[in-house]
C-alpha cells in the first residue's frame, strides 16, 4: 500500500513539473481582479477579455489570475505572488490597486505592469482606461426622454474623477433635453456589494426617481429597477437578462482588444510604458443595443453616438458651467481638456447635492 | 441501537491536546474528496495550501506579516474571554487605533519631525484603543448592558468616523479624490525587518506581547485573578477578587492591543489611512483565539496557521487555478472540525442499545 502511494505521489509530481517545463515557454500573464470573476459587472468584463486573449495568443501564453482581491494590505501581495509565479506582465484591473502596483513594479524592474484607471506611471508601468464619459452622456440624454418625474437616481462607488465626470456628462446631457432634470445620488463606498447596490436602488426610487443609473459592479440595482417597474441602465457587462424589460443600455467594458495588442507587444518585445485613454472610437468601450424605448430616443442615441465617435460631438462642449454659477475654465479649445476631466472634482450646475469631501 | 454524546465525568486532557490534530486530519481528509471532485490533483494542491509557502523565505514573510494583526488583536481578546468579559468589537479598537495613531502622521507630514513620530503613534494608538473598548465595559460594569452588542455596535461607528476623516479633513489633496491620506513620511512608517522584504518591526512586538501575556497568565496574580473569575467566578468572589475590575482591565488590555495592531498595519503594510485597511481581523481575531484555546501559545501558532491557509490560497488559485473560494469553504470546514472536536473534550460518544431488553422479551 505505501509503496502504491509512494508511486503514485512520484508520478503526480514528474507529470507536475512535465507540465512545468512546457509552460516555461510561453510568456506568463498575470490578472489581479477586484471581485468574483461571477460579479457579472466589471471583473466579469475583464475576465472575459482574457479568455478572448487565451483563444487569440493561447500558443503563445499562459494566462493566470487572482480574483477578490481587496484593495488593502493585501493587494501588494497578491501582486508580487504573481511576479514570483513567473508572470511577466501583469494587469492589475482597479485604481485602489495604483500604490501597491507602483511598489511592485519598483521592485521588480524587468517585470512589466499594466494599472487600470489610475494616475500614476512608471518605466515598467502603463495605465488604461476609457472614457465611459462619452457612454454616460448619451445615457444622460436617452434617462431625459425617459424619465416621467424628471428625477434620475445614481448610485455612485467612490467620488473619484473618473465617477464624477460621469454623473456631470449625464446631467449635461440630460439638461439639453430637459433644463430642470433632476438628480439624486447615493454614494455606495464600494465597487461591489449586491446588497448595499440594491438598497441604494431602492432608496432613490423610494425619492421618485424613475431611471436608475449605476457606477456600481453588480446588476442587483437593475434587477430593483426591474422588480419595482422602473428603468436601468446597466453597468459595465451585458445585463439585459437581468431586466429584459428595464435595460435602456449598458455601457460594455471591452478590454480584449487592448489586452491583446498588449500582450502581442509584449511578444515582440516592443512594450513601453503607455498611458491609453481611448474612447467610442478606438472600441475602448461598446454601447449595449438600445432597448425598451421608443424609436425616436433610439434614434436620438444612435446619432449622438456616430457624432461622438466621430469626434463631432464632445460632451464636456464650453461653455461648462460649475455649481457655483460660474464658467469653468476651457482649456481644451472649445471643450475641457483630458486633464479637466481626468482630475473633475467639482459638479456642473443643475446637481442639487454636494461632492463629498469638498 | 443509537449513537448518543454523553458528558464525561471530567474533561479528558488527552482529547484536549490530540483534538485540534484531529480536526486537521478531518480537513485534510474532506479537502482531498472535494480537490478529487474538482478534478484537481489532491497532492499537488495540498502541497500548495501547506508545504509550497513554507518553503521560501518570501511567503514565510508573508506569512507572519498577515499573522501579526491576528496575534496581536487574539492575545488581547483571550483575556477578556478567559475573564469571561465578551469583547466582540476589537475590530472597530483596531480602526480607532489606526485613526488615533494616522493622526500624528498627518499632522506631521511633510515637516521635519523626528524619530519620536512613530513611538507617539504607537501609545496613542493603543490609548485610543483601549478608551474605545472601555466604553462598552463601563456600560456593561454601570448599567449591564450586554458588552456583546455594545462593543459590537462601536466597530460600524469606528469604521464610518475613519470613512468620514478620509474622505474629508484627512483626504490626500493630490490623491484625485480617492477615500484616503498621502502616504505616511518614513519617521511614521513601521521599519522592515528585511531589505526588500515586507517583514516588518510589528511583527517582533506581535512576539513580545505573546511573552509578556504567557508571563502574565502564568506567573502573575493578575493571571490567576483572571483566570479565576472567568473559570469559578463564585470562587473568585469568596477570593476577594473584584470581577467588575477586571472587566475594565481586560477590555482596555485587549483594546489597547487591537489599537497598536491597527497602527501598526497602517503605517507598516498600507502606508496610509484608507478604509478597507482591515479585511476583518477584529473578527479573524475571536477564531485565532479560540483555535488557539485562549492559551497565548496556542495563539501564536493559531496565528500562523490561519496566516498560512491565506497564503496557501493565493498560492493554490496560482498553481493549480483552485477558485477562492475553494479557500473560502476550506477554512470554513477547519473551523467547523475544530468546534465538532473540542465538544468531545466534554462529551464522549457512547452506543446504547434501548430495544435490546424489549426485543429479548418478544423472543
Known amino acids: 500500500m505505501r509503496k502504491t502511494l509512494l508511486a503514485l505521489a512520484a508520478g503526480l509530481l514528474l507529470a507536475g513539473s512535465v507540465s512545468a517545463a512546457s509552460a516555461a515557454d510561453k510568456l506568463k500573464v498575470g490578472f489581479i481582479y477586484l471581485g468574483p470573476i461571477g460579479d457579472l459587472g466589471w471583473t466579469y468584463q475583464h475576465d472575459l477579455a482574457r479568455q478572448a486573449l487565451v483563444k487569440e495568443l493561447g500558443d503563445k501564453i499562459e494566462t493566470t489570475y487572482l480574483e477578490n482581491v481587496p484593495e488593502g494590505p493585501d493587494a501588494e501581495r497578491a501582486i508580487e505572488q504573481l511576479v514570483r509565479a513567473g508572470n511577466k506582465l501583469i494587469f492589475t484591473t482597479s485604481f485602489g490597486y495604483m500604490d501597491p502596483t507602483l511598489k511592485v513594479a519598483k521592485k521588480y524592474p524587468n517585470v512589466h505592469f499594466e494599472h487600470s484607471t489610475g494616475y500614476k506611471r512608471d518605466k515598467n508601468m502603463s495605465t488604461y482606461s476609457a472614457k465611459w464619459y462619452q457612454g454616460r452622456y448619451i445615457q444622460g440624454l436617452i434617462a431625459a426622454k425617459m424619465s416621467k418625474s424628471g428625477v434620475l437616481g445614481y448610485i455612485g462607488s467612490f467620488p473619484i474623477p473618473e465617477v464624477v465626470s460621469g454623473i456631470n456628462a449625464t446631467i449635461l446631457a440630460a439638461q439639453t433635453i430637459n433644463p430642470n432634470i433632476k438628480v439624486k445620488i447615493i454614494w455606495a463606498n464600494t465597487w461591489f456589494d449586491p446588497g448595499k447596490e440594491a438598497d441604494a436602488a431602492k432608496a432613490l426610487i423610494d425619492q421618485g426617481a424613475d431611471v436608475i443609473m449605476q457606477h456600481t459592479d453588480s446588476p442587483a440595482a437593475m434587477q430593483i429597477a426591474s422588480e419595482r417597474g422602473k428603468l436601468a441602465f446597466g453597468q459595465d457587462s451585458e445585463m439585459i437578462k437581468f431586466g429584459p424589460k428595464t435595460q435602456l443600455t449598458s455601457i460594455l467594458d471591452t478590454w480584449a482588444p487592448y489586452y491583446i495588442a498588449r500582450v502581442k507587444a509584449e511578444l515582440d518585445g516592443t512594450w513601453k510604458s503607455e498611458d491609453t485613454w481611448g474612447g467610442l472610437d478606438s472600441h475602448m468601450f461598446a454601447m449595449a443595443p438600445y432597448t425598451n424605448m421608443p424609436d425616436d430616443v433610439k434614434k436620438m442615441a444612435e446619432d449622438a453616438q456616430a457624432a461622438i465617435t466621430a469626434g463631432k460631438l464632445h460632451p464636456f462642449k464650453c461653455p461648462v458651467i460649475g455649481q457655483d454659477g460660474k464658467p469653468v475654465e476651457c482649456k481644451g479649445g472649445d471643450h475641457l481638456d483630458d486633464g479637466q476631466i481626468l482630475g473633475m472634482n467639482f459638479y456642473v450646475k443643475g446637481i442639487d447635492d454636494k461632492l463629498p469631501g469638498k | ?363
Request: aromatic residues 10%.
Open chain 2, 1 to 363: 441501537m443509537q449513537l448518543v454524546l454523553e458528558k464525561r465525568a471530567e474533561r479528558s486532557n488527552t482529547i484536549a491536546l490530540v483534538s485540534p490534530l484531529i480536526a486537521i486530519g478531518l480537513t485534510i481528509v474532506t479537502m482531498v474528496i472535494l480537490f478529487a471532485i474538482l478534478g484537481k490533483n489532491p497532492l499537488l494542491a495540498l502541497h500548495a495550501y501547506f508545504i509550497a509557502p513554507l518553503t521560501d523565505s518570501y511567503s514565510l514573510q508573508e506569512i507572519a506579516v498577515k499573522a501579526t494583526p491576528l496575534v496581536m488583536i487574539a492575545i488581547g481578546l483571550s483575556l477578556c474571554y478567559l475573564a469571561n468579559a465578551w469583547n466582540i468589537g476589537a475590530e472597530g479598537q483596531f480602526l480607532i487605533g489606526a485613526v488615533a495613531g494616522s493622526w500624528i502622521a498627518v499632522k506631521t507630514q511633510g515637516t521635519d519631525a523626528g524619530a519620536w513620530v512613530l513611538p507617539v503613534m504607537f501609545v496613542l494608538a493603543a490609548a485610543a484603543g483601549a478608551l474605545y473598548a472601555l466604553i462598552p465595559a463601563i456600560c456593561k460594569v454601570r448599567f449591564g448592558a450586554s458588552e456583546i452588542l455594545t462593543s459590537l455596535m462601536l466597530v460600524y461607528v469606528a469604521d464610518l468616523f475613519l470613512d468620514y476623516l478620509v474622505r474629508g479633513p484627512w483626504r490626500d489633496p493630490n490623491g484625485f479624490n480617492f477615500p484616503t491620506t498621502a502616504e505616511f513620511d518614513p519617521v511614521a512608517t513601521v521599519p522592515l525587518l528585511i531589505e526588500g522584504g515586507r517583514l516588518h518591526l510589528g511583527s517582533i512586538i506581535a512576539l513580545l506581547v505573546v511573552a509578556a501575556v504567557a508571563i502574565l497568565l502564568g506567573r502573575t496574580i493578575k493571571g490567576f485573578e483572571i483566570r479565576v473569575v472567568g473559570a469559578a467566578p463564585r470562587a473568585a468572589r469568596f477570593g476577594g477578587f473584584n470581577s467588575n475590575q477586571l472587566i475594565l482591565l481586560t477590555f482596555a488590555v485587549s483594546g489597547a492591543l487591537a489599537g497598536l495592531a491597527g497602527i501598526i498595519e497602517v503605517a507598516g503594510p498600507v502606508g496610509h489611512l484608507q478604509p478597507g485597511i482591515s479585511p476583518g481581523y477584529g473578527f479573524t481575531a475571536i477564531i485565532v483565539a479560540f483555535l488557539g484555546r485562549l492559551n497565548p501559545l496556542g495563539i501564536l501558532i493559531a496565528g500562523l496557521f490561519l496566516a498560512l491557509t491565506f497564503i496557501g490560497g493565493e498560492q493554490a488559485q496560482i498553481a493549480m487555478k483552485i477558485p477562492l473560494d475553494v479557500t473560502k469553504v476550506f477554512q470554513g470546514i477547519l473551523l467547523f472540525y475544530v468546534l465538532a472536536c473540542d465538544s468531545l473534550i466534554l462529551y464522549c460518544f457512547k452506543l446504547v442499545f434501548p430495544n435490546r431488553q424489549v426485543a429479548r422479551g418478544a423472543n
